[in-house]
T-cell receptor, first 110, second 114 residues
């Protein structure tokens, strides 16, 4: 079993829909990261959080440390949001060593 | 800032050849990471450096892989000899040296070994 599990693996939605991607982890962490990888391949860090909630534009990330679970929400989704979203954790032991989930491939149709 | 720079962006080579991937981190960043991404295994950390010193190379798959960071602005990942199973996208990332710090990824090098 992977230390970081994401669901769903693939998600297709219509423009404007509210999107939720989930991440569960099994190790103690110092922080959790959400990354975005566009079809061109580049990887961008969206959020790093260790508690509560963060918001950036239409993106919201939440984390529940007790339940070892995080969600990434996209409001008013747009085709340009189509990408692979990757959850990664910084373990308490060796926080610089990110442990990655397998990613969620999101497709937003116009 | 130009961001993390990697070269080459694409590399096609024959099995048995030596491959060298290059990375220039963001100026002022003193941690550097090498990752490999494949369809089967996703993103995996190969090795990382703090202040040019290798801290953890436990992710390096075997002795054919080696990495160096001779100074704060340059790192290499070498595969010798290369094998078809080394085909992957290799990413370099950099960050400031801190327990918790955002990592900034380069555009990656797509390696194909035939």
């Amino acid at each position: 079993k992977n230390e970081v599990e994401q669901s769903p693996q693939n998600l297709t939605a219509q423009e404007g829909e509210f999107i939720t991607i989930n991440c569960s982890y099994s190790v103690g962490i110092s922080a959790l990261h959400w990354l975005q990888q566009h079809p061109g391949g580049g990887i961008v860090s969206l959020f790093m959080l260790s508690s509560g909630k963060k918001k950036h534009g239409r993106l919201i990330a939440t984390i529940n440390i007790q339940e070892k679970h995080s969600s990434l929400h996209i409001t008013a989704s747009h085709p340009r949001d189509s990408a692979v979203y990757i959850c990664a954790v910084s373990p308490i032991q060796g926080a610089q060593k990110l442990v990655f989930g397998q990613g969620t491939r999101l497709t937003i149709n116009p | 800032d130009a961001g993390v720079i990697q070269s080459p962006r694409h590399e096609v080579t024959e099995m048995g050849q030596e491959v060298t991937l290059r990375c220039k981190p963001i100026s002022g960043h003193n941690s550097l990471f090498w990752y490999r991404q494949t369809m089967m295994r996703g993103l995996e950390l190969l090795i990382y450096f703090n202040n040019n010193v290798p801290i953890d190379d436990s992710g390096m798959p075997e002795d054919r892989f080696s990495a160096k960071m001779p100074n704060a602005s340059f790192s290499t990942l070498k595969i010798q000899p290369s094998e078809p199973r080394d085909s992957a996208v290799y990413f370099c990332a950099s960050s400031i040296l801190a327990v918790l710090s955002e990592q900034y990824f380069g555009p990656g090098t797509r390696l194909t070994v035939t």
